[in-house]
């Protein structure tokens, strides 16, 4: 799939017709939005051999006739998204069964965690690669992104057979809850694994928090016999997974946990942790980060680095030139002499963590944030309220609404705000105006903090994804 750092277009399986190649297998999959059986025609103009529909599904006769005439073989199975993984597994080799691959999964803290991990593991001697949110890589070169946090099983097991032919050994990536329900990683076995936390996200999709946690959990069900399980503290979710996997360590700044983390320098301009296990200690300085809820994300990779087999002095080592995250903590220096920082974001605990730190910074905290449209709705009034306690600026604006109303989200947003709060409150809709906005409330030493779309230069309103790079705009104020 990888050459000379592209990607090449065509898989031997799969399930969207930009990489439908000659002699290609194309698995129609029924998606929230369109039905993959529409595509079916276009996959034999680019050469599918083999097409793959649900069992039951009702396949219209001129799509059939189309297949016919093409000299397709069309294949019925009970389970697409289960077959797309098997079949693509299969055509790879079974890359993933020569690979250590550590999967990382939780609400808050992934991509900090895969990052670092990544990065220690390297930095260790290790051949690495590396899976995220805010970027995938194959040792140390940088590919083009997935768009999505863990990617369908045709794009998985091709990657897994580049790092192969690259020499890789171990594999950081992150495990969102959905790829689990929708069978992404089925089949994969994991080397270790981290469970960060759970908090109020993803309830457009999962009907309640029992079901949203129950979809993170039974990932662990694909961690191997031995296999070292990390789970955070401090919430009820990482309590329950803990009291079920009795094996598990825990991490996090509590004595009576295994890695024990005391968290020095993290509200200022970088984290210096000290980090225990029975009689061993080691002290890790990592300039790129700040914040006490980052503290607890290196401690997580760290932990997992001596589980591993990581010598503590070269994990050290390794942190000091950490550069740290595209569109996580991303500082710029403004022309006036305040700090813009680009982070993504988006639900509760995180403008929780990342506020109260940033608040600790400065005496004039901007936020300028939104909600994306046709997602938890729940989560926007808990947002507003946050954000307006710590800031002494709040400018609301659009965050890809896709098809729901800007100012209806707007609305949502600004009803958990308190009324000793709303004055602090300034609506402006078009995001690039709400930037300049933000920067004419700053000055020397103030913040403006741009919230929810970190890394992601693009807003999608209604279907249509529209090049939109906050880094552009800050670096030309």
Known sequence: MVHDGKLTVFFPVACHTDHVGPGSTFVA???TSCDGMQFIPA??????????????????????DAIVCAGAILERVADCRKALARLSAQAAGYPADKLSIIGITGTKGKTTTAYLLEQI???????TA??????????????PDTSLTTPHADYLHQFFA??????VTHIVMEVAAQAVTMH?????LFDGLIFTNLALEHLEFYPSMDKYFAAKA?????LKVGAPLLIGIGDEWCDRLAAYYLRALRFGCDTDVDYVARIDGASSEQVVLELRRDATMCRLTCPALCGAFNGVNLAGAAAMALELGCDSSALAVSLKSFAGIPGRLQRHQLPNGAIGIIDYAHNPLSYEALLSTLCSMTDNLIVLFGAGGDRDAS????????AAHYADHVVLTSDNPRTEDPFVIIDEIRAGIVASDQHKVKVVLDRQEAIGFAYGLSGPGAIVALLGKGPDEYQIVGNEKIPFSERRILESL
């Open 379 to 386: 989560r926007r009034p808990q947002m507003g309220q946050i």
């Open 121 to 127: 593991l390297r930095g260790c001697g290790y051949c």
């Open 43 to 64: 996959a034999l103009s680019r050469g599918a051999a083999r097409i793959i529909i649900q069992q039951d599904a009702k396949l219209p006769a001129e799509i059939e």
């Open 162 to 167: 580049d790092c192969v032919r690259e020499g």
């Open 184 to 188: 992404r990683v089925d089949g994969i």
């Open 29 to 31: 999959i029924a998606g």
């Open 130 to 143: 590396l899976l995220s949110t805010a970027g995938v890589s194959i040792r140390g070169k940088q590919l």
């Open 218 to 222: 039974a990932l662990f069900e694909q």
